[in-house]
């Protein structure tokens, strides 16, 4: 893809919104879920066929697969990575990695179109300069879910995450700094965003079992892409 398209992808999307009219109508760009934590639904609509084309590419090279947690149960959830370092997690605890586990080869490269998304959404969400070096994919089929956990794996929670679901629906869950927290539920569609960072960056979330159905554009499965700074010196985590 051509930069200017890519420009062009990355920054069209806000622009839905852009009319009193849709907003009228219900389409908000933006919805605080908490201090720090923003619902954006269907920002990143318009690049998701260009984002899901590349989630392929990288399970090419990376396959999704399903880790198991430190105390040795196999996670629901489908996973691959990419960027600098990868999230993975085995007996010897949850951690980034800059080698995938299965092939001991560096994670797929990041595309520069992902960086931009996540810095678009990053900064409507009031968090300017966000530049993500690492994409952790997760692949949910229906049953799968995620339990209320924080990201803590990375090194300088100043960063936010971004988090970007495609494909079947799914009933996300987002607290507060402790897991007893009350939390708030929202439906995350095909191409909505959530950012959370500053005081809601450790703030306890997770996703409640898919249900079965298909969608469109990924048939039976959901997809999440969460772009993080996983580590804020780079070079740290180049594969040697
Ligand atoms: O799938 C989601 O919406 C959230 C994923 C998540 O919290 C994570 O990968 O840490
Ligand atoms: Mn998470």
Redesign the pocket.
């Known amino acids: 893809m051509g930069e200017s398209k890519r420009q062009a992808l990355a920054g069209l999307t806000p622009g839905l919104f852009d009319h009193h009219g849709a907003a009228g109508k219900g389409d908000a760009p933006r919805i605080d879920l908490a201090p720090g934590a923003a619902y954006m639904p269907r920002r990143a609509l318009i690049v998701a066929p260009e984002l899901l084309a590349e989630v392929e590419t990288i399970a090419a090279h990376a396959a999704f697969r399903r880790m198991s947690t430190p105390g040795g149960r196999p996670m629901s959830v489908g996973m691959t990575n990419a960027g600098v370092a990868g999230w993975v997690t085995d007996e010897h605890g949850y951690r980034f990695a800059s080698r995938d586990p299965m092939t001991d080869r560096p994670w797929p490269p990041m595309l520069d179109l992902f960086k931009d998304v996540a810095r678009s959404a990053a900064e409507a969400a009031g968090f300017a300069g966000f530049t993500p070096n690492a994409c952790?994919i997760?692949r949910?089929e229906p049953g799968a879910r995620?339990t209320l956990?924080q990201?803590r794996n990375e090194q300088d929670f100043r960063h936010p995450i971004v988090?970007v679901?495609l494909g079947l629906p799914?009933v996300?869950e987002f607290g507060g700094l402790e897991r007893s927290d009350p939390t708030v539920r929202r439906t995350?569609e095909h191409g909505d965003v959530v950012v959370w960072g500053g005081p809601a960056r450790l703030c306890f979330?997770?996703?409640r079992p898919i249900e079965a159905g298909r969608h469109p554009a990924t048939g039976p499965c959901r997809i999440?892409l969460?772009f993080r700074v996983a580590r804020s010196d780079d070079r740290g985590l180049r594969p040697r």
């Open positions: 952790v997760n949910y995620m956990h990201d988090s679901s799914a996300f995350l979330h997770g996703v999440n969460t």
